[in-house]
């Protein structure tokens, strides 16, 4: 059982910057996928990025260069760095963790909102 708890959303002026975190509990966090996804207000779910147990990342194209994540496996935590942000970045902020053969864990969101 895999249990995540993100942290560091908030209120912030377009061009401004946030970092969230994500705090896993267990022993095998080194060992998963790590990403963070966001769901806009009547929008789905979509991925922002991810980083994999050999330190591999992914970005959707619209955060790309804005955006950096980031793990630390001492910590069991899992950072998003966002950067330039925009209006359209508001969005509830999910922590997730994944890996083949194993179940996958969500956090309870952070919510992120862009304005100024």
């Known amino acids: 059982q895999v249990q995540l708890v993100e942290s560091g959303g908030g209120l912030v002026q377009p061009g401004g910057s946030l970092r969230l975190s994500c705090l896993a509990s267990?022993?095998?966090?080194?060992?998963?996928?790590m990403g963070w996804y966001r769901q806009a207000p009547g929008k789905q779910r979509e991925l922002v990025a991810t980083?994999?147990?050999?330190?591999?990342?992914n970005y959707t194209d619209v955060v790309k260069g804005r955006f950096t994540i980031s793990r630390d496996n001492t910590k069991n935590t899992v950072y998003l760095r966002m950067t330039s942000l925009k209006p359209e970045d508001t969005a509830v902020y999910f922590c997730?963790?994944?890996?083949?053969?194993?179940?996958?864990?969500w956090g309870q969101g952070t919510r992120v909102t862009v304005s100024s």
């Open positions: 997730n963790a994944q890996r083949r053969y194993l179940p996958e864990y």
């Open positions: 980083i994999t147990s050999g330190g591999d990342r």
């Open positions: 267990g022993t095998l966090f080194s060992i998963y996928t």
